[in-house]
């Protein structure tokens, strides 16, 4: 499930549950119609994710995504991803 709010100057998009192919289809279209600016994406609530969804992590990361509440195995996968892509 995906959520979205203003808080303050930021626009924070919760995601709830699991980041799978479907949600990271979401998000990038969320990405589309709003760009990143002040953009935040609070993943304190994921549970899983597939392949898409972590290839999506990596593509906001390197956008400048402010990536809120990501777990150790979330910043994990974003960090084998970055170290792939230069190997």
């Known amino acids: 499930r995906i959520s979205e709010t203003d808080e303050g100057e ?3 998009v919760r995601v709830d549950g699991d980041l799978n ?5 979401s998000l990038r279209e969320h990405l ?5 600016t002040l953009l ?3 993943l304190s609530e ?3 994710t597939d392949r898409d969804g972590a290839a999506f ?4 990361e390197r956008l400048g995504l402010e990536l ?3 777990s150790p195995y979330l ?4 960090g084998k991803g970055l170290r792939d892509e230069t190997t």
Do not use: N, P
């Not at 192919?21 to 289809?25: D, I, L, P, Q, V």
């Not at 589309?32 to 990143?36: F, I, L, N, S």
């Open 32 to 36: 589309t119609r709003h760009g990143t």
């Open 10 to 12: 930021e626009h924070v």
């Open 68 to 70: 809120r509440g990501a």
């Open 57 to 60: 992590l990596l593509e906001a």
């Open 75 to 78: 910043r994990l996968l974003i």
């Open 21 to 25: 192919t479907e949600a990271a289809g």
């Open 40 to 42: 935040v994406l609070d």
């Open 46 to 48: 994921v549970r899983s």
